[in-house]
């Protein structure tokens, strides 16, 4: 009996972070954190978050991405409070020293 009791509690553990990795492979490997959302809506529109996760840029570095993005690439501007929020998330969650 209680090999069986451990063994449930064995399964609902997994399960529990089987639901937790699925949640994150939402993002696309973008870690959780303030503007999150943001980023996946605005960079995800035209390519996968995967690409704008490994990129490891700088806040200057990311400013200029985004610049060019909607100069060259056509991308829709952000408002300038979104654009601050996306700014900070991509430099803390995904710059350099991440």
Known sequence: ??????AGAICLAMAACASALAQDDEYEGLPPGEGRDLVYGYC?????????????????????????????????PLEEADREVVLD??????GPDR
Not at 1 to 6: F, I, W
Not at 89 to 94: C, F, V
């Open 89 to 94: 998330y991509l430099a803390t969650q995904l």
């Open 44 to 76: 995800g529109a035209c390519h996968s978050n995967k690409l704008v996760a490994q990129q490891g840029l700088s806040r200057e570095r990311w400013d200029d991405l985004l610049v060019w993005m909607v100069e060259e690439q056509g991308m829709y």
């Open 1 to 6: 009996m209680k090999s069986l009791v451990a």
